[in-house]
């Protein structure tokens, strides 16, 4: 499909793209994911990804791209479909309403890629907020059929291209504006199987009881993959939930010489039985305690976010990769550097902030890293095949910004680029003085 323009000059057709590129950012409701339609369900304000041009210049590029393409993807489809949704809201008068509604595509695209495109994938996304916990679930369950009934079907199909519609997300809060929800998933042919059976408060009940049950459930399945993997347990492991943060604490032995392989296979088994589940939060950490025999016994504790164990276990990073920049590492007894440890000195020069652990730091990279540090290295690798990685190291400042951005290999476009991705990050505020933070990222060939 992208044949047509080869003929036009390289001037014009780089101006394109760019222009495409530009014409709709990802959306912010997930780093992986891109809003093809928002729409304010309160307001009626929308928001498309192929909405028309502002400029007569851009509408004419935009007019000589479609011409290239052909027919292509329109959100007019999704547009359908949000009116016949807020027609059914309007008559069903469910007690808690949704605010917010987005057609997202499963993962990172531009305007120019969708024209390509012969079939879009398409998730959808409903916000309910503010919901009493009362009339949450019955929301819900209402919320889900009313989207059944306006899909009808999973799959639209016209002359050119076709939509797949594969899931369907209903958060819920108790607050407006609160970003801590409470998020039920189903997949699209479930909501329409839900309008036709009115079946959508079983559905809801059935995942509050799986989700009770998640601890459980993850504690049987960590410890068969545990076993699988020759992993000597010390006790059962614990997995426990709250909010949107989890913690799994196993308990390990090893020796001097097996140590790393034995907590890499515990971080992998752990991520594959959390991967496995919907009800897995993003947030939290695996923490494993080991006991180690040397010349005498020792406990060592280790820790990675769960984030990261889920990347593990998903091919987003290798082992080398997370036990190089997410295994945090600590013997019985150490002392863990904080930003405070410069006042417990004397080497503070005051200020009276509150202290923040070098963790602390480190966790910030680690939910920046897909989003925002990745990118970076990501573009070097593809312009050089010997680049492997870099280690950051950069300072934080009492308001918490990130100062003296540098680089241990030499590496002045990642540096650049790694600089402007840290001034978008906020880390805690400490009273301390500039406190350096070394950040070793590596990635897979």
Not at 73 to 88: H, K, M, N, P
Not at 237 to 252: D, F, L, M, R, Y
Not at 283 to 298: C, D, M, N, W
Not at 299 to 328: D, F, H, K, Q, T
Request: net charge positive; charged share 25%.
């Amino acid at each position: 499909m992208s044949t047509p323009l080869v003929s036009m000059p390289k001037k014009t057709r780089f101006l394109l793209l760019a222009l495409a590129t530009l014409a709709f950012a990802p959306s912010s409701a997930s780093a992986d994911r891109t809003t093809l339609l928002k729409v304010d369900l309160r307001t009626g304000r929308k928001r498309a990804i192929d909405a028309a041009p502002r400029t007569s210049a851009d509408r004419e590029l935009d007019s000589l791209l479609g011409k290239a393409m052909g027919k292509n993807f329109s959100t007019a489809d999704l547009a359908r479909i949000e009116g016949a949704l807020r027609r059914y809201i309007r008559a069903a008068r469910p007690r808690a309403q949704a605010r917010l509604l987005l057609f997202l595509y499963p993962g990172s695209i531009t305007k120019a890629g969708l024209k390509e495109l012969r079939e879009v994938l398409v998730d959808i996304d409903l916000v309910i907020d503010p919901c009493g916990r009362s009339v949450c679930r019955d929301s819900v369950g209402k919320h889900l059929e009313l989207i059944g009934k306006s899909l009808r079907q999973a799959v639209i199909r016209t002359r050119d291209y076709k939509i797949r519609f594969k899931s369907v997300t209903i958060r819920t809060t108790t607050h407006i504006g609160n970003t801590d929800y409470e998020i039920y998933r189903f997949g699209a042919t479930q909501a329409i199987s839900a309008a036709h059976r009115h079946s959508g408060a079983r559905l809801v009940r059935k995942i509050d009881s799986a989700r009770a049950g998640w601890g459980r459930a993850m504690t049987r399945a960590i410890t068969r993959q545990l076993r699988l993997r020759r992993v000597r347990l010390s006790s059962t492991p614990n997995v426990t939930k709250e909010g949107s943060s989890a913690t799994v604490s196993i308990s390990i032995r090893s020796d001097r010489v097996r140590i790393q392989r034995d907590v890499l296979s515990a971080l992998s088994g752990a991520g594959k039985a959390l991967a496995a589940s919907s009800f897995t939060p993003s947030g939290g950490q695996i923490v494993i305690k080991a006991t180690v025999q040397r010349r005498r016994r020792s406990e060592e504790r280790y820790s990675c976010p769960i984030s990261a164990a889920l990347n593990l276990a998903r091919g987003r990073v290798s082992s080398r990769e997370l036990w190089s920049s997410y295994v945090a590492h600590k013997k019985r007894g150490a002392r863990s550097l904080s930003f405070s440890d410069a006042d417990a000195s004397g080497r503070s020069s005051g200020g009276g902030g509150s202290s923040f652990s070098a963790e602390g730091a480190r966790q910030t990279l680690v939910a920046a890293m897909q989003s925002r540090l990745a990118p970076c290295l990501q573009k070097e690798a593809m312009r050089s095949r010997r680049f492997r990685g870099v280690t950051l190291i950069f300072s934080v400042d009492r308001r918490g910004r990130a100062t003296r951005v540098r680089t241990k290999e030499r590496a002045a476009r990642v540096k650049r680029c790694l600089a402007g991705a840290l001034r978008a990050l906020r880390f805690q505020r400490h009273g301390g003085p500039p406190q350096e933070v070394t950040f070793p990222m590596y990635i897979s060939r």
